[in-house]
């Protein structure tokens, strides 16, 4: 049975984790490539690698780091963030990713999808969207839209018409984080969730507003989301990737255990 | 352990490079025929649409694996790597396969599930297979694909999705995995292991 999947994602800063990880008994808790590697040894089914460097010579640093970090992961790896061109995408590839993530460059020139998928299939491309619900519309979920610049600036897009649009560009998959629930811990929006999932063929991510084992549960049944993701997974009160996946399995969840 | 992977220009090769370096294979990449005489072993990966495997026949690929079969060396195809071994897809309608398995892939069907299927999946294994020794019946192991090959004699692994499909097929010196071993954690690495170490 296809299971669903939990996704650690690290969000890193000129080489290091800069936050998403508050456990203290590792040797370098700062370290991408040590905590990549950890996270997959206890469970997590992917790992997702979300760079918010600006700089030109982070950028360096990124590729170097994702090499790190690939060098004994044998789990699907992603890499996102800054990337804007194909080449910049085939940089990473080379790297030691196997998907990456694109969503400003993306909405800017919808045909990058197209361009990355080419080379390297649609199962390596990821359009990542940040969503608010749209308050004023009598429709807030279904007329959600695209915001960009860390969910400060409206696009103006609809989610549900840019997530098909991304999908019938050749996107494999899409990385959808509520910008109302992220941070928030109040759970994820299931129902935006649940109407961008229905509404394409490809795998929906679920991301944003996890506080609890609860919370996940919620976004599988009620969101339909195919996997989830979560920043730290430590913040839910279970030790591990495999610790939250074996609650999930007593919710009736179907998960990967043993893992 | 040497092995050659085959590269042509169908996705990423890096990961599967990588998985087999860290098993401690000496790991030679080649788009041309020419290394394939030579081969002690051989690995056909393959991420992305099956017109890709036109390549193979462009380049005189095709003649060349299916020599380095028939001489009995051992061969690994992943994913449209697997499909290819067949007679062909109807992704890619006008794009033989070698017909080293007589049978069509085919896409899953299109109904209340996605497709394509992506993600962690179970698998059926026969005991008997050389290339799942010890794999234990339920692992679990990463797919990416929207085609699959059929059931027939030589499956060795069956996953379910929509319906049972191929997840696994050996026969002679050839096997195949439609998932991604490089990507399957410990149970990915014990079966590049067991391809590494067939005799």
Known sequence: ?259 | MRVTVIDYKAGNLTSVVKALRYLGAKVEVTDRPEPLLQAERIVLPGVGHFAATKRLDDTGLTPAIRDAIDRGTPFLGICVGMQWLYKGSTEAPNQPGLSYFPWQCDRFHDGYEKVPHVGWNSLSVNPSSRLLADIEKGSYVYFTHAYKAPLSSGTVAVANYIEPFAAAVERGNVFAVQFHPEKSGVIGLTILKNFLEIQ
């Not at chain 1, 370290?31 to 997590?44: C, I, S, T, V, Y």
């Not at chain 1, 992603?78 to 995408?89: E, K, L, N, S």
């Not at chain 1, 990713?97 to 491309?125: E, R, T, W």
């Open chain 1, 1 to 259: 049975m296809l299971t669903r999947r939990i996704i650690a994602c690290l969000d890193c800063r000129d080489g290091r984790v800069v936050k998403g990880v508050q456990f203290v008994d590792l040797i370098d808790a700062g370290d991408p490539a040590a905590l990549a590697h950890r996270h997959a040894q206890e469970g997590a089914d992917e790992i997702v690698l979300l760079d918010i460097t600006a700089t030109h010579e982070g950028r360096a640093t990124l590729l170097d780091t994702v090499r790190r970090t690939a060098q004994s992961l044998f789990v699907p790896f992603t890499v996102g963030g800054g990337i804007r061109t194909a080449a910049d995408a085939e940089a990473v590839f080379e790297a030691g990713a196997d998907k990456v993530s694109i969503n400003s460059a993306a909405l800017a020139d919808p045909a990058l999808i197209g361009q990355i998928g080419q080379s390297f299939g649609a199962q390596a491309v990821i359009v990542a969207i940040d969503a608010r619900r749209n308050q004023g519309s009598p429709d807030p979920v279904r007329n959600a839209h695209v915001y960009t610049h860390g969910g400060r600036r409206d696009s103006g897009r609809s989610v549900i018409e840019w997530a098909r649009e991304a999908e019938s560009r050749g996107a494999g998959e899409i990385l959808l984080t509520s910008m109302d629930s992220d941070g928030m811990r109040s759970g994820f929006d299931c129902e935006l969730t649940a109407a961008v999932s229905s509404a394409v063929r490809i795998p929906v991510i679920a991301s944003g507003g996890a506080g609890t084992v609860g919370h996940f549960a919620e976004v599988f049944a009620a969101g339909q989301a195919d996997a989830a993701l979560a920043a730290s997974i430590f913040h839910f009160g279970v030790s591990s990737a495999r610790a939250l996946k074996r609650e999930l399995a007593q919710a009736g969840i179907p998960v990967r255990l043993p893992c």
